[in-house]
C-alpha cells in the first residue's frame, strides 16, 4: 500500500487542522494506520492510531482531547483533527499502515507516507 500525507501549514496557536492520509490499494480497509511526529532534532513519536475498521483508537498523552483520528475506508482516508494547536505541536507528521492490529510503535509498520509540516507559531 502506498500512503500520501498532506494538510499541513502554518496555523497560529489555537488554531487547527486537519490531516489527511489517502492510501491506494483496495485492501486499505485492513490496515491499521497510525500517525507519528519528528520535529526537529528530536526522535519520531507517536501521535494517534486506528484500527482497521476505526472501531479502536489510541492517543498520546501530549494530544489527548485536541487531536481525533478517523477513517473512511471507502475513499481509502484516514483524518487527524487537530484542534486548539501549540507551538509543540510543530513537527512533520507521518502516517503509517499496518496490516493488522493497532500498533503505537513506529518500527512495527510497514508502510510509511512521506510526511507533511505542521508550524504553530506562537
Known amino acids: 500500500v502506498q500512503l500520501q500525507a498532506s494538510g499541513g501549514g502554518l496555523v497560529q496557536a489555537g488554531g487547527s487542522l486537519r490531516l489527511s492520509c489517502a492510501a491506494s490499494?483496495?485492501?486499505?480497509?485492513?490496515?491499521?494506520v497510525g500517525w507519528f511526529r519528528q520535529a526537529p532534532g528530536k526522535e519520531r513519536a507517536f501521535v494517534a492510531a486506528i484500527s482497521w475498521s476505526g472501531s479502536s483508537t489510541s492517543y498520546a498523552d501530549s494530544v489527548k482531547g485536541r487531536f481525533t483520528i478517523s477513517r473512511d475506508n471507502f475513499k481509502n482516508t484516514v483524518y487527524l483533527q487537530m484542534n486548539s494547536l501549540k507551538p509543540e505541536d510543530t513537527a512533520v507528521y507521518y502516517c503509517?499502515?499496518?496490516?493488522?492490529?493497532?500498533?503505537?510503535?513506529?518500527?512495527?509498520?510497514?508502510?510509511w507516507g512521506q510526511g507533511t509540516l505542521v508550524t504553530v507559531s506562537s
Open positions: 503509517a499502515a499496518n496490516q493488522g492490529s493497532l500498533i503505537v510503535t513506529a518500527r512495527l509498520y510497514n508502510y
Open positions: 490499494g483496495r485492501t486499505f480497509s485492513s490496515y491499521a
